[in-house]
């Protein structure tokens, strides 16, 4: 997928969690950057640091399943997230880097 567009905006609401929100930006086929945000809670707080840098580098056409990998594999074991999941953090990754016209809708890989 070629994303012509600097920055790019997802949200998801995990099924009985909370709301995750990704701004990222693109830049050469890859995320170059991204802020994952939403209304759920994370311990320790860095767990949210670990999540974002584990998506910078990613390729724009990364499926779901690559990209929660990613982010699980980043976490520290002792980490726990409420309200929020690896793979929900993929969706709305997908949602962001979808292009016009695309539907991402959080079922099966992209």
Do not use: C, W
């Not at 860095?46 to 929660?68: F, K, M, R, Y």
């Amino acid at each position: 997928m070629d994303i012509s567009r600097d920055a790019a905006h997802g949200e998801y609401k995990i099924p009985g969690g909370k709301l995750v929100v990704v701004d990222l930006a693109v830049a050469g086929g890859r995320i170059a950057a991204v802020q994952v945000s939403g209304d759920f809670f994370l311990e320790p707080a860095s767990a949210l640091d670990s999540i974002n840098a584990a998506l910078v580098g990613q390729p724009v056409d990364a499926g779901e399943a690559a990209l929660a990998a990613a982010v699980a594999a980043a976490l520290d074991p002792d980490a726990q997230l409420y309200g929020i999941t690896p793979e929900g953090v993929a969706v709305a990754v997908r949602r962001a880097l979808a292009a016009p016209g695309d539907v991402a809708d959080g079922e099966g890989g992209a």
